[in-house]
T-cell receptor, first 119, second 111 residues
């Protein structure tokens, strides 16, 4: 397993365009998370899935944002009508739910992120 | 909601010891995590505390006091490669066991 993969690594777009990011989690992990991180700040939670079910969404996630995990494996995060304030690093993470962190459960493994720049 | 505070920046000397503090307020504390993040890279897991006391892992140790809402990460024998941001994150059972991160402490190790 190569860890959590995200694609693309960098995306530059014009304001008003739609963008989509993809995340491939660690195969045996059943939870998948999306976070957003701006320069000098910690990651902010956006949403998470357990298998294919989206269980929680942050108030940060406006109606222009939508995330899917159709088969409980990879996930996509789409941002419609991008705004300059959407410029950030979008981080995906995955984890096992069952067990304790000392055994690796509930420890988030992050991907390298997708950096979005909206001009 | 949760409030997680940690210093924005710290500087230390190679070979020295540095302590990075984190204070938090949460209604349903269910564990505290420390992550390391090098510039432009993904955060990587360092340590986990759920009970009071010290967890040691090589050069890194993490301490927790639940009654004080306080944790620290202790880095010994600092190396230049330890220059990174250190993120404190708290899991809250009243928030779906979500992990909420502090703003991070950027540590600069100087020769």
């Amino acid at each position: 397993d190569t860890g959590v993969s995200q694609d693309p690594r960098h995306k530059i777009t014009k304001r008003g365009q739609n963008v989509t990011f993809r995340c491939d989690p660690i195969s045996e992990h059943n939870r998948l998370y999306w976070y957003r991180q701006t320069l000098g700040q910690g990651p902010e939670f956006l949403t998470y899935f357990q298998n294919e079910a989206q269980l929680e969404k942050s108030r940060l996630l406006s109606d222009r944002f939508s995330a899917e995990r159709p088969k409980g494996s990879f996930s996509t995060l789409e941002i419609q009508r991008t705004e300059q304030g959407d410029s950030a690093m979008y981080l995906c993470a995955s984890s096992l739910v069952y067990g304790t962190p000392h055994s690796g459960a509930n420890v988030l493994t992050f991907g390298a992120g997708s950096r979005l720049t909206v001009l | 909601g949760q409030n997680i505070d940690q210093p924005t920046e710290m500087t230390a000397t190679e070979g020295a010891i540095v302590q990075i503090n984190c204070t938090y307020q949460t209604s349903g504390f269910n564990g505290l995590f420390w992550y390391q993040q090098h510039a432009g890279e993904a955060p990587t897991f360092l340590s986990y505390n759920v009970l009071d006391g010290l967890e040691e892992k090589g050069r890194f140790s993490s301490f927790l006091s639940r009654s004080k809402g306080y944790s620290y990460l202790l880095l010994k024998e600092l190396q230049m490669k330890d220059s990174a941001s250190y993120l404190c994150a708290v899991r809250d059972r009243n928030a779906g066991n979500m992990l909420t991160f502090g703003g991070g402490t950027r540590l600069m190790v100087k020769p």
